[in-house]
């Protein structure tokens, strides 16, 4: 079986090594490079998901790649906005592919409307500063360098330029993938995820324009643990793809700047696993260690139809940060390896039913145009993601364990005491329309003030209640005037 799918990959390599790849097209340029006698190539870098197909070369090209680099801002998460600095306008920068032994003539370009100078260091360089030294390169400026692709492997490239750790946390850094000259086996998906940690001055889902927190940089505390820039970047239409029996190829890389990731996608076993994205193999690998400034090249073969989750198995950085993704297999159940229904909400919460509710309330708000409907259709989303675990989804709770908040006369009683208690959490008996409860709910403080005023003007509204919206300020209020439980965040 194993001998008989070698064959069928070589013959495939060997066919495809006859064609010319369709995203490398020749260039007329002939700049410096060590050997005039080399085919030239153009690069063409992509943005993340996609990776650049394979060169399908036997012989050493030399290889022009541009990146233009952008301050552009954009959603980190949902109505919350970021200035990144990019390679090629989004985060990660894009993924540029050679080969072993390629000749790369490497152009940055700086762009006019930028504000920052900056440069490059590429982990493939073998020379002072990876490219740093010699492409400094001022706003509305252009730079050059030359070097040999010694090595094969997968390499993290970033900027250097001072403060370093301000431009890789803004988000400047991507993945270049020297093909060894044996290359890897064609597989049926190639993929490109690149997790970063993100640091602003607001907490987490905090709503409107982000500025950078130095401090909280220094003190290595994110705000944010992403994949590919943002919370949404891998989620729902946005999720990676495959068939049952396709064989994936992740290359994952870890751009920081100061987290080191614990890779894990829940519901399978990388059955390949080149660590720290070296030669060697290692087999059957549940999670994998990608440190920062590193990466890893993973591979699994789909096998039972579902939504996998991509994570950073320490896991607050999944659930409270944003490092979760998907990977959505289709195709025909196999019970005999999996026999039991969907658990997408168990892990994915509200990211289970992706919308773009919490944008279009923070959009509204910031306008001063925001509707009880708006904080209603917000509110559901986040109710799904931080109450319905335990009071269920139609808010009918459990009896002996969780009240209810569907038709709740305690609730709707006393709106400034159900905030607090969202706020502070609640512990001791208490009567819920007639049913009586004795436990502990804990503190839910880690969420923004707008995001419990719509949560709650949510359950107000729902299965049977009626009642006013609970604004941002009210909560706003309540979170003054009652101090946080211990242990509770602020
Ligand atoms: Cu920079």
């Not at 000749?103 to 006019?112: D, F, G």
């Not at 993100?198 to 994110?222: C, H, S, W």
């Not at 025909?332 to 992706?354: H, M, N, Q």
């Amino acid at each position: 079986m194993r001998s008989h799918t070698l064959v069928i990959a070589v013959v495939l390599a060997l066919a495809s090594a006859c064609r010319e790849s369709g995203k490398i097209s020749p260039s007329p340029s002939s700049s410096a490079g060590n050997e005039q006698s080399l085919e030239v190539l153009k690069a063409e870098p992509t943005h993340a998901p996609e990776v650049p197909p394979p060169t399908r070369r036997s012989h050493a090209a030399k290889v022009v790649v541009e990146l233009e680099v952008r301050e552009v801002v954009r959603e980190i998460a949902d109505g919350v906005k970021y200035t990144f600095w990019t390679f090629g306008g989004q985060v990660p920068g894009r993924f540029i592919r050679v080969r072993e032994g390629d000749t790369v003539e490497l152009h940055l370009q700086n762009h006019p409307e930028n504000k920052m100078p900056h440069n490059i260091d590429l982990h493939a360089v073998t020379g002072p500063g990876g490219g740093a030294t010699s492409t400094f390169t001022a706003p509305g400026h252009q730079t050059q360098f030359t070097f040999t692709a010694l090595r094969s492997g997968l390499y993290v490239y970033h900027c250097a330029t001072a403060p370093v750790g301000m431009h890789v946390g803004n988000g400047m850094y991507g993945l270049i993938y020297v093909e060894p000259k044996d290359p890897l086996p064609p597989v049926d998906h190639e993929y490109y995820v690149m997790q970063g940690d993100f640091y602003t001055v607001g907490k987490y889902r905090e709503k409107g324009l982000q500025p950078f927190d130095m401090q909280k940089a220094i003190e290595e505390n994110p705000t944010y643990v992403v994949f590919n820039g943002s919370e949404g970047s891998l989620i729902g239409d946005n999720a990676l793809k495959a068939k049952v029996g396709e064989r994936v190829r992740l290359f994952v890389g870890n751009g920081g700047p100061n987290l080191t990731s614990s890779f894990h996608l829940i519901g399978e076993i990388f059955d390949r696993v080149y660590s720290e994205a070296g030669t060697k193999v290692n087999e059957n690998v549940q999670t994998t260690v990608i440190p920062s400034g590193g990466a890893a090249i993973v591979e699994f073969t789909a096998q039972v139809p579902g939504t996998y989750i991509l994570v950073d198995h320490a896991l607050f950085r999944a659930f409270n940060k944003g490092a979760l993704g998907m990977l959505k297999v289709s195709g025909p159940e196999s019970k005999d390896l999996y026999s039991g229904r969907e658990i997408d909400a168990v892990y994915l919460g509200d990211k289970a039913t992706p919308s773009t509710a919490l944008g279009t309330a923070a959009e509204n708000e910031a306008h001063g145009t925001l509707t009880k409907e708006d904080q209603i259709a917000a509110g559901r989303q986040l109710f799904l993601g931080t109450c319905s675990p335990c009071h269920q989804t139609e808010g009918q709770g459990v009896p002996n364990a969780f009240p209810p908040l569907a038709g709740s006369d305690f609730l709707m009683a006393d709106k400034l005491r159900a905030t607090g208690i969202v706020l502070n959490g609640r512990t001791g008996p208490v009567t819920v329309s007639g049913e009586d409860f004795n436990s502990v709910m804990p503190p839910q403080s880690q969420l923004p003030d707008d995001d419990i005023a719509n949560i709650l003007t949510f359950v107000r509204n729902s299965w049977g209640n009626s009642g006013d919206a609970v604004s941002r300020d009210e909560v706003t209020e309540v979170r003054k005037k009652t101090p946080r439980t211990p242990g509770a965040a602020l």
